[in-house]
């Protein structure tokens, strides 16, 4: 979790913190199967889609030609799709065996602004490690147990389009749902709920805001004690004797004190 600056650098906030333990077990175990047995959540993702019409239209694989990175130093011009950037421009890549969507283990980075700029990007991605960026966990806080599971739909460049963000959140989802299909029912009952938590947050979010309300009731009233001295100071006539010894501190032996123009005191 981290916070990008004006110039461009990223100041790290913290970490979201580790899931349960059952998730963690469900998800090794996935992984181990995942080296001899197919996955489960490519079907998933056949059966949604194929749902209807309306269900492929919004969630289905676009074409493989739809997929397109292209190289850091080359810039997006204008318009909502790529189709006038060249493909001389494109990196060339291995093409892969299957369709299927890919799954990566490892680092999310979450920040406060979409990145779409390829050489932030790779700056972004050499410092942290991330393998991609999002934005919207951020708001899950650091002390909410919970693992990230996300569908990449495009490259964080300049190129960025949506084309390919329905297929990608079908993707995390049927992925969810494979995980969640692996963890161990018994384990689940130990832990604690997400209302629980959530009900702890809510009650320290209070304890801030009653802080918070004490605090400021204490500047108020400093300020209108001030605020009341200065009227007091105005509004009560001035002291004589301060006057009477500036005058005699101010008189001369046998001179005079020129008061105004046409006045004088002997
Ligand atoms: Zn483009």
Known sequence: ???????????????????????LTALTELKASAL???????????????RNGRTKKTFGRPQADQDRLFQAQYEHIEGTSCNDCPTKWESKRIARDTSEPETHYGIIAS???????????????????????????????MDFPCKLIRGICDYSDSHKNDKWQGYAALSAAAYAKELLGNVAVAQIAQERLVVEVCKD??????TIRDISKGTQAGIESIQSAQYL???????????????????LEARQEGGMLLVSPKRVIL
């Not at 979790?1 to 998730?23: C, H, S, T, W």
């Not at 001899?36 to 194929?50: L, M, N, R, S």
């Not at 947050?201 to 209070?206: A, D, H, S, T």
């Open 111 to 141: 920040g406060n602004c979409v990145i779409k700029h390829a050489a932030t990007r790779d700056r972004l991605g050499a410092k942290t490690g991330a393998l991609c960026f999002e934005m919207e966990s951020s708001g899950l806080m």
């Open 1 to 23: 979790m981290g916070e990008l600056g004006i110039n461009g650098d990223v100041q790290l906030k913290g970490m979201l913190n580790a899931p349960p333990r059952p998730i």
């Open 36 to 50: 001899v047995d197919d996955p489960c959540f490519p079907q998933f993702i056949e059966k949604a889609t194929g």
């Open 201 to 206: 947050l809510k009650k320290e979010i209070k």
């Open 229 to 247: 001295k200065h009227i007091q100071e105005w509004l009560l006539p001035s002291d004589i004797s301060i006057n009477f010894n500036a005058a």
